[in-house]
């Protein structure tokens, strides 16, 4: 009997786990970091301890400190939901020495398939299918290069400790064999503390379908179909659906089979997943999949499986742990309907998808038809410490057109202020003629990478209205004396006008804006296409906005906040910014200072004040989320200043070193 869980996780895992565990009428412990002491998912849970500071590996990858949470809060089971603690073997052992229940696999299996190599050995022993390649012990170039030749190019470099698809290199012809594999392996090893590699065939129109297993501690297995996950960027995915688009139905069985197969081989208990690698270049057919690699913890994208069959995987996992078996049989399972998934991420899709941060000033998720897994709510932070995902995004339809129809509509829907986000990105992904169409497979995102982040630009009427909103001049709305106060107020011709600044774009902007009448308002700025619009009859309530412009009546939803407007207008969100005080004069690079140009956590300051740098030197290493980023001198000179320590979080375009001006030094 399981009472109470801990949930060993944060953000929309979290908050999911705990919406099944109170559905069953257990009880639930929520873990948090310093950083999340307002979150969402500490919020919902019954309990919650705080277990240390904002870094992960002070807390949310302490074993210790969520064991001793348990303790005090007799919590008789852990659910470590994904990334984190979920495939840590240790800390199961550990967790079932303090006598509580893992909700997950045993550390047996999980360490079986921890490692690449040793994972498609043993499934190679199983009879499952397995990317054909060089999984053994041999780590010399020489044995590495003549393997990949044996293979035949192009071929595939991969970490064996490998994830997130980092340490992975795809080689095209043997010149190019020994620098990537030097360059594999550095990553490797900077990665994971781990340089060994294997060698696979690299795939040629490449789809990655993965099967959701189940097993039980009664020796059942079950598979609950595939999921198709071809839609990725950089190895990581972005669109996940389920069933595969053309999945013929001998194709399906016997994925299915040898991912039960596979299970089975290592006694597994709980949800898993199997992940396939698929040879598309010829549609799908029945003997062209290899084993990847096996999943040991609910994957993201459990959701589209949840959809199409009905079930709560979380339940599955509580009732396994348990002890219960499986609560249905194989032909017990069905597909209904097809569902889609998009991660929507606070990143900048027309920056190369740096990830962002910010406070979430406005979020509102559409009504409807639609599933949302958030983690957070109006008022919460998007910070540099946790992976920078705001929500999953979830249609389900009877077909996959009615399904991804659903998910551009709720995606265009979506009110997000405060940070910028990937939206946009995944509504033209959706609506993709090569997408729509499902001419699927792992390059399609970078094949359309241009038409897929072309930023869209705001109309003049867009425009005028944040100016306006941003005017304080509003009846009504907003804090007039704000603006008034900053820029003054002045009369032309006995008519109110006042210069409005907006950024746009990083840009600096300014509007003159004049009020005709209470209700209509002349917007004058050469960042209008025009140069001058006129907005007639525009009338306010709460976030809502009416208004005409050359004729044509208007509606669009809008979030006024301190430092900022956001626009949404059919399907798109146009973010402006509200320069304020000083700041322009403080930001900006230039040849005396290093700015840090994305949000993130100073890793490393590498000089100090007084100290003659070379111009290209590397003075700051700074990382956000996934990225990591070296800042260097812009000029041979003198630092002048130090204004971060290691540890430091800085916001995007913040001062970091300074170096003293050239007469100064001489
Ligand atoms: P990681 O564990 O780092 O995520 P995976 O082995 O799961 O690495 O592979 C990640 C992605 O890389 C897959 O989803 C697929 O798109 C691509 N990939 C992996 N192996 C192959 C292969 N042999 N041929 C072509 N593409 C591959």
């Known amino acids: 009997m399981i009472t109470k869980i801990l949930i060993a996780n944060r953000g929309e895992i979290a908050c999911r786990i705990m919406r099944t565990a109170r559905k069953m009428g257990i009880a639930t412990v929520a873990v948090y970091s310093e950083a999340d002491a307002g979150a969402l998912h500490v919020e919902m849970a019954d309990e919650a301890v705080l277990i240390g500071p904002a870094q992960a590996s002070e807390s949310y990858l302490k074993g210790d400190a969520i064991l001793d949470a348990a303790k005090r809060t007799g919590a008789d089971a852990i659910h470590p939901g994904y990334g984190f603690l979920s495939e840590n073997p240790g800390f199961v052992d550990q967790v079932e020495k303090a006598g509580l229940i893992f909700i997950g696999p045993s550390a047996k299996a999980i360490r079986a398939m921890g490692l690449k190599d040793a994972a498609k050995a043993l499934m190679e022993k199983a009879n499952v299918p397995v990317v054909p390649g ?9 044995v590495l290069a003549g393997k990949a030749n044996e293979i035949g190019f ?10 997130g698809g980092k340490g992975m290199r795809k080689v095209d012809n043997q ?16 990665s994971f503390g781990d340089d060994r590699v294997l060698v696979e065939k690299y795939v040629t129109t490449p789809r990655h379908i993965e099967i959701q297993v189940f097993g039980d501690s009664h020796g059942n297995a079950v598979h609950l179909f595939e999921r198709d996950c071809s839609a990725q960027r950089r190895h990581q995915k972005v669109i996940e659906e389920a069933p595969a688009p053309g999945m013929p139905d001998d194709m399906r069985a016997a994925m299915g089979a040898a991912a039960v197969q596979a299970a089975k081989a290592i006694n597994y208990a709980g949800a898993g997943t199997v992940e396939f690698i698929v040879d598309a270049s010829e549609g799908l057919k029945a003997d062209r999949f290899w084993f990847m690699e096996m999943n040991t913890r609910l994957q993201v994208e459990h959701p589209v499986t949840e959809m199409i069959t009905g079930l709560d995987l979380v339940e599955w996992q509580i009732r396994v742990a348990a002890g219960e078996a499986l609560p249905l049989t194989q032909d017990q399972l069905s597909i209904n309907g097809h569902a889609v998934e998009a991660r929507i991420y606070a990143e900048d899709a027309g920056k190369g998808f740096l990830p962002a941060v910010g406070r979430l000033m406005h979020l509102q998720f559409p009504d409807g038809d639609i599933r949302v897994d958030a983690g957070v709510r109006t008022g919460d932070e998007i910070t540099p410490f946790y992976d920078p995902m705001i929500a999953k995004m979830i249609a389900h339809g009877q077909t996959r057109a009615e399904a991804l129809d659903k998910l551009a ?5 979506t009110e997000i202020a405060g940070t910028v986000t990937n939206t946009a990105f995944l509504v033209k992904l959706c609506r993709d003629a090569d997408f729509a169409a499902a001419r699927l497979d792992t390059g399609l995102i970078e094949r359309n990478i241009e038409s897929l982040t072309e930023v869209a630009v705001a109309p003049d009427y867009i425009v005028a209205l944040a100016a306006v909103a941003a005017s304080g001049m509003v009846p009504g709305y907003g804090n007039a004396a704000d603006v008034a106060g900053a820029i003054g107020p002045f009369e032309i011709w006995g008519m109110p006008k006042r210069w409005v600044p907006l950024e746009i774009n990083g840009e600096a902007r300014s509007f003159a804006i004049e009020r005709a009448g209470t209700r209509d308002w002349r917007v004058t700025g050469d960042a209008l296409a025009a140069g001058r619009i006129d ?5 306010v309530h709460g976030h809502d906005w009416a208004f005409s412009a050359g004729g044509v009546a208007r509606r669009c939803r809008l979030a006024n906040a301190e430092d900022s407007v956001t626009v949404f207008y059919q399907g798109l969100t146009h973010g402006f910014g509200k320069p304020r005080g000083k700041r322009d004069d403080d930001i900006g690079g230039g040849g ?15 000089v100090e004040a007084g100290q003659t740098v070379k111009s290209g030197e590397a003075m700051v290493i700074m990382e956000a989320m996934k990225m990591e980023m070296t800042l260097s001198a812009p000029r041979d000179g003198v630092v002048a200043e130090v204004l971060v320590a290691v540890g430091a979080q800085v916001a995007d375009g913040v001062r970091l070193v300074t170096l003293q001006v050239e007469a100064e030094a001489a």
């Open 134 to 142: 060089y999984h053994g012990e041999a780590q010399e170039l020489v």
């Open 154 to 163: 192009p071929v595939l470099i991969k970490a064996r400790a490998g994830g």
């Open 175 to 190: 010149a190019d064999f020994p620098a990537a594999l030097s360059s594999a392996r550095r990553e490797a090893k900077a």
């Open 409 to 413: 509509g709720a995606l265009g829907r």
């Open 535 to 539: 907005l007639e009859a525009v009338s």
């Open 592 to 606: 005396d200072q290093v700015v840090s140009a994305m949000p993130g956590i100073v890793k490393q300051v590498l």
